[in-house]
């Protein structure tokens, strides 16, 4: 699918190539429902603007790491069939400079969000927690496992992770593996925890962290059946899975009912961006159904990051893996069926 709407509309860095979102949208071939397992949705004003792109790009329900204060206005923008959308229990992020947030006051919410009839909860574990609390976002620190069993006792049976992050930060970021571990490092509690709740199933946020190397994703797979995957965090995905488009669409065929699509939309009042929120959508459909084979219209920092004899406004290049059938079915809507039940 080439677009049809190259240099139609003002340039910026969701939108390099001047790209019709709203256009641009009608021209995708799967119409059926598509759901969205990986978003945030931080506030009502943010959310009214999301429901428009989602609906353009046919997402019928979306599942967002909202604020505990803000979920009930958030619920609100998306009408009054609350099927519309459903919420994961997360901290408040907002607060993470103060001591209880990681540690007293998570357990508080973890408790608040089951009582609005939450049945998701994160646990966030990347690298660069370590930087917000000495120990609290670890994936199995004493308080983290603490949060675990509560969340298992409360009745909820589907976590979400984030475990790792692309191999780019590794390369930059994350030097010091004294302080942040190795990459391979982050899976290790992962494996145990897996086990230890075996009746839970496991969302591995981001292709669980590895798209970069699906061989050891498929491993992680075949030892945990209780663990699946989404495919939120779009410029990660086009810029390591859009080399692999191919290895891609067999891991989903291989896989199917185990990869669930996400976006990882932050919505908020600070970025009330119409590209912004259609950029995800367009390319991360883009990536999955087409056969598209171009520029990826989102400017990908990590890029020049890592090679910093490019142009900071450089974009990956997108080639799309062209899933189609059953497969795609899978990933857009009846994984995740399968998963929320
Ligand atoms: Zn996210």
Redesign the pocket.
């Known amino acids: 699918m080439t677009p049809t709407t190259l240099n139609h509309k003002p340039v910026n860095d969701a939108n390099r190539l001047g790209l019709d979102y709203r256009a641009e949208a009608k021209r995708f071939d799967y119409t059926d429902p598509i759901i969205d397992i990986?978003?945030?949705i931080g506030t009502p004003k943010a959310a009214g603007l999301y429901v428009q792109v989602a609906e353009l790009f046919g997402v019928t329900k979306t599942v967002s790491?909202t604020k505990l204060e803000n979920i009930d206005a958030v619920s609100d923008e998306f009408g009054s069939s609350s099927d519309r959308i459903e919420f994961i229990a997360v901290p408040n992020y907002e607060a993470r400079d103060q001591s209880d947030t990681f540690t007293t006051d998570w357990l508080h919410r973890i408790e608040k969000f089951r009582e609005k009839g939450c049945r998701i909860v994160k646990f966030?574990a990347a690298p660069r927690g370590r930087d917000l609390h000495s120990d609290a976002l670890h994936l199995d620190s004493p308080s983290r496992l603490e949060g675990i069993k509560l969340a298992y006792d409360l009745g909820y049976r589907i976590f979400m992770t984030?475990v790792g992050d692309p191999d780019t930060w590794f390369a930059t970021k994350y030097t010091d593996t004294r302080k942040y571990g190795t990459k391979a490092n982050q899976f290790e509690p992962l494996e145990r925890l897996l086990d230890e709740y075996h009746d839970v199933t496991w969302i591995g946020?981001?292709i669980g962290g590895s798209p970069e190397d699906l061989d050891f994703v498929q491993g992680m797979l075949d030892r945990h059946p209780n663990y699946v995957l989404d495919t939120?965090?779009a410029k990660w995905q086009v810029r390591e899975l859009g080399k692999q488009p191919d290895r891609f669409r067999a891991f989903c065929e291989q896989n199917s009912g185990r990869v669930l699509f996400g976006t990882?939309i932050?919505a908020n009042d600070g970025n009330l961006d119409f590209d912004l929120y259609a950029s995800r959508y367009w390319a991360l459909r883009t990536l999955i159904e087409t056969s598209y084979d171009g520029q990826s219209p989102i400017v990908d920092p990590d890029l020049s990051m890592v090679d910093p004899a490019l142009d900071e406004k450089s974009t990956a290049h997108l080639r799309g893996a062209r899933i189609e059938g059953q497969t795609l079915a899978s990933v857009y809507h009846d994984a995740a069926v399968k998963v929320l039940g």
């Open positions: 990986h978003t945030h790491m966030w984030h946020a981001h939120s965090a990882d932050v």
